[in-house]
Every structure is written in structure tokens, then in C-alpha cells.
């Protein structure tokens, strides 16, 4: 990962500090997570809707 | 006495429930062994000797008035640290929780103690359950009591360790993406994740909301199969928490495998990845002992291994961020190289990365429902490697991601994992064993028939009395 494009992640996050601190360790981990961002699946259909894992409260539970 | 550390769960409550073995006793006898064990093996970040006794000591005097809550009465049990015991601090093995007190029990430590349970100790974790094993952490990690000085996996590494060497003879873990299995296949031990909403999570400091599970962890799937009992039930303030009915699930553990179907997934650890050969070996033993039990085990194939754990990781990382931003902007150095690493990656992704990999989810979850039509559980690896020695980073670095349990914290379905055999180095292999949503009543049929079939229960590790 280029210098620029961490430092641009870093301050998105608000991870000056760590990228003063632990720049090595900081480009490794996002690295890293970029390239398992790259092996996300790019056909996916727009009714294809995220997993949701969330559960509907019972009914008893719900507004009349 | 030596034989009051290996009794089981089961064994233990009869001798209370006669009134042959005191819950004082057996929990002084304990809080001895551990004080003479665990400076060897690591697996208490807090022992609580005053907190156990009172409670030992209640225990008995209700048996004495003629009173029994049942299995757990005066049982042992300890709690892996990121699970809230209240007025004791939770320190998720981190220095930034060092002073973290608990203000009110996680609902599963009130279950245990309100069925009579003695809660021994908070157990070592990988740092906030995902960094690990560590040794720049103000406590030191646990030690594998296999091999003498190997990686005990992770990251509920400290309730795995407990077991193996004795100290106690169940524990609670989380799993999210496979912490509850890992330790139990690396110490030769039974752990259960079950499946997603069964128990509740209130109280267990996070480290992913999507994918974390409490899991029970015993020597044996029949104390496994009693603890989870304990634990289920819904959580109206658990929003993960589902309202289903809690079945028995050892009502027909002893039922066998005759006329059961069971998917041998073969390409995660055989083509996907190549397991360790003992390894390998070990899980198609296994599903030749099933077949020669009268189960019809047939080789399925689920999606490729590498898209759950892309799935997985990146859902992971990006919860894992949210709930660690700020500190990782304010105080990076007050955690652990480890997990400050592993934790940070999350702020790679952006918001559609998040979605996206929850779309590719329910993609999974349909497709690994679709292939296990028909069948009654899935019979594939757990870990695709022995223990390494736990002072070779390279090598834990190594054998950590390489294992087939992330796949079913994506999909939320029951797994569990239990030993299989032994390398010739005398380390734990095993077998995962997965079934459909709430049905984990099925696993604990097919473990237990395995498990009785097997021969492997009661090794313990040598050097460990």
C-alpha cells in the first residue's frame, strides 16, 4: 500500500496518532485488509440484500 | 484426591447430590491446584478464592437444608475475561480494561449462579478475544499442557487450558471466529459454539455483534450438551437473541448414528487447504468409525473455504473497528502488538465493503443451506494443524488462520468440536461436527455416539497430575 493512500485511511479513522506511533504496523494491517476488500464478491445482483441478523421483537412486543 | 481434578461434570453431581463430596471440599481441593498449577500454565488472569468460598459454602448449606438446584449445585466453573462477573473487573487480558470493574453479572454468570454454580476464576483470553498469544500483555498467555509448551489456540485459550490440566471441569468461551473451538481442538477438550441467538451475549464484551456466540467448553460432550442446557434461552435486551424453544439435548444423545446422513465437507482441509496428514487422517477415520456406527456419510461440497473467510474477516474487522476506534486513535500503545494490529484493519473498509460482505453472507448461508438438504450434519476439520510451540510466533502466525470453524460463524449454524486422536508427538487432533440452525440436539447425538466409539476420552496430558 502507497504512503499516500495510508495516510489518507488514517486520517478518515483518526488514526494519526497510531500512523506516528506504529506507522509499520499500520500499513501491514491495512494492506492486508485491502487486499481481502479486492476478494469481496463483485456480482452481486441489486436484489441480492445483506444477511441480517438482527431478530423481530415477539409481537406481543410490537405496537398496536 | 488426584482423581476429584478429572471427574466430569455428571460424576461431580452425583457425588453432591449424595452428599459424598462437599462443594467446600472440592472447591478448596481445586483452588490448591490451581494455586499449585497455574503458575506452570496460565490460565487465570483473576483467581477468586474468597468470592468461590462463599459461594461453595452456600452451595452446601442449601444441600444440607434438604435443598438442590439440580447439575450445577456447587459446581465449579470458571469465566473466560471478557464475560462480566459483577463487582470483579473484566479485563478482556488488556491493559486498558486492567481496572475494569463489572458492574452487573452477563446473564450467563447469572444463570450458573443462580443454579448453584461456583464461579472459580476469570480465565486468560487473547486480548480483547482477538490478539494472542501475546507476551507484551500484563499477564502472560496460557500454556498448552500438550506437548508442554505449545500454543493452546485461542482465543478462549485460558477456559481450554483449565480443562486439560484439571483445574476445573467446565468453563464458558466466545466464539467468533472459531475462539471456542480453537482451544478445544488444540487441548483435546469439547467446545460448542451454538447456534447464533441460542445464548445470550448481554454482558461479554464484544468483539464482533454479527458474528459472537458464548460457547460451553467441557472434557466431554455429555457435560457439554448439560451446560449448554444452562445457558440457552432467550434475551429480550439481547437484540441478537432469538425466541425459540430450548429442546433437551440429552434427551436422545444415546440414540447412535444408525440411519443418520452426515456431509463430510473433504475439500476444506484436503483441496481448499491441505491439512497436516495426521490430521487429515484422523477426520477420515472418524467418518469411517460413523460409517461403521450404520450412519450413511457421504462427501458434500459447500462453497470454497476461502469465500466464508474473506467474508468472515472482513465483517470481523470492520464491527471489531467500530467498537475499538477510539481507542486506537487515542492510546494505541496501551494495547498489545497483536491486537493492535489485527484490530485496526477495519479501517481500510468503507460502508458499501461492510454491506457488500453481509450481501455476500446471506449468499453463504443460502448456499450451504442448499447443500446440506438432506443431510442431518456435516462432518469436516476443525484445526488443520497440531499445536505449534506457543514461543514460535511464525509458527502460531502459521497454523492460527489455517482451520474451517470461520465459515459457521458466518452462516450462525450450530459447531462443535471435539477430539479426534493423537499426533504421534502425543498433540490432541479433531473433528468439527455441524449441524442445522437449533438443531444442535443432532451434534450432541452424533459426538457422543462418536465419542463412546472412539476411546479417545480420559487421555489427559503427560506430566499434568
Known amino acids: 500500500m502507497q504512503d499516500d493512500e495510508t495516510l489518507r485511511l488514517a486520517r478518515r479513522a483518526g488514526l494519526e496518532r497510531y500512523l506516528a506511533d506504529h ?27 445483506p444477511a441480517h441478523v438482527y431478530r423481530a421483537r415477539a409481537n406481543k412486543e410490537q405496537p398496536r | 484426591m488426584t482423581d476429584l481434578a478429572w471427574l466430569s461434570v455428571r460424576e461431580t453431581a452425583a457425588l453432591i447430590g ?147 490440566t484439571g483445574m476445573l471441569p467446565a468453563a464458558l468461551g466466545t466464539d467468533t471466529g472459531g475462539s471456542v473451538r480453537n482451544p478445544a481442538s488444540m487441548c483435546g477438550i469439547v467446545g460448542m459454539k451454538p447456534t447464533y441467538g441460542r445464548v445470550s451475549r448481554r454482558g461479554v464484551f464484544p468483539l464482533a455483534f454479527s458474528l459472537d456466540h458464548v460457547g460451553p467448553m467441557t472434557r466431554d460432550v455429555a457435560d457439554n450438551a448439560l451446560l449448554l442446557q444452562l445457558l440457552s434461552g432467550h434475551d429480550p435486551l439481547d437484540p441478537g437473541s432469538a425466541d425459540v424453544p430450548v429442546p433437551d439435548f440429552t434427551a436422545g444423545i444415546d440414540c447412535g448414528v444408525k440411519g443418520l446422513r452426515i456431509g463430510h465437507v473433504r475439500h476444506f482441509y484436503d483441496g481448499d487447504e491441505t491439512a497436516h496428514p495426521e490430521q487429515l487422517a484422523a477426520i477420515d477415520a472418524a467418518a469411517d468409525l460413523l460409517r461403521s456406527l450404520g450412519a450413511d456419510v457421504r462427501e458434500i461440497r459447500l462453497r470454497p473455504l476461502d469465500e466464508y473467510t474473506v467474508c468472515n474477516r472482513v465483517i470481523l474487522a470492520s464491527e471489531a473497528f467500530s467498537i475499538h476506534r477510539r481507542d486506537l486513535a487515542s492510546r494505541p500503545g496501551d494495547y498489545g502488538a497483536l491486537a493492535r494490529q489485527r484490530l485496526v484493519g477495519g479501517a481500510a473498509y468503507d460502508a ?90 443432532m451434534i450432541y447425538r452424533i459426538a457422543y455416539a462418536y465419542e463412546q466409539a472412539a476411546g479417545w476420552l480420559g487421555r489427559r496430558p503427560p506430566g499434568v497430575d
Open chain 2, 352 to 441: 458499501a465493503d461492510y454491506v457488500d460482505a453481509l450481501r455476500m453472507r446471506a449468499r453463504l448461508i443460502a448456499a450451504t443451506h442448499e447443500a446440506m438438504a438432506g443431510y442431518d450434519a456435516i462432518l469436516t476439520a476443525s484445526s488443520f494443524d497440531p499445536a505449534p510451540p506457543i514461543d514460535d510466533a511464525e509458527a502460531c502466525a502459521r497454523v492460527y488462520p489455517r482451520q474451517a470453524r470461520q465459515p459457521f460463524n458466518v452462516t450462525g449454524q450450530p459447531a462443535l468440536a471435539m477430539p479426534a486422536g493423537f499426533t504421534k508427538d502425543g498433540l490432541p487432533l479433531s473433528i468439527q461436527l455441524v449441524g442445522h440452525d437449533w438443531q444442535e440436539a
Open chain 2, 18 to 164: 449424595a452428599r459424598k463430596l462437599s462443594p467446600v471440599e472440592l472447591t478448596d481441593y481445586l483452588l490448591r491446584r490451581i494455586e499449585r498449577l497455574d503458575p506452570r500454565w496460565h490460565a487465570f488472569i483473576r483467581v477468586l478464592p474468597e468470592h468461590a468460598r462463599a459461594a461453595a459454602r452456600a452451595a452446601e448449606a442449601e444441600l444440607m437444608a434438604g435443598g438442590s438446584r439440580g447439575v450445577w449445585h456447587g459446581m465449579p466453573v470458571g469465566l473466560k475475561d471478557i464475560i462480566d462477573l459483577a463487582g470483579v473487573p473484566t479485563t478482556c487480558h488488556s491493559k486498558l480494561f486492567a481496572d475494569h470493574k463489572a458492574a452487573a453479572s452477563a446473564v450467563v454468570t447469572e444463570k450458573l449462579e443462580t443454579a448453584g454454580a461456583v464461579v472459580v476464576g476469570k480465565l486468560s483470553t487473547h486480548e480483547f478475544a482477538i490478539g494472542g498469544p501475546s507476551f507484551d500483555l500484563p499477564w502472560p498467555p496460557a500454556v498448552n499442557p500438550w506437548g508442554g509448551n505449545n500454543f493452546p489456540g485461542g482465543s478462549s485459550s485460558g477456559s481450554g487450558v483449565a480443562l486439560a
Open chain 1, 23 to 49: 506507522p509499520e504496523q499500520l500499513r501491514a494491517a491495512l494492506a492486508s485488509a485491502s487486499a481481502l476488500r479486492d476478494r469481496l464478491p463483485r456480482d452481486l445482483s441489486p436484489a441480492e440484500e
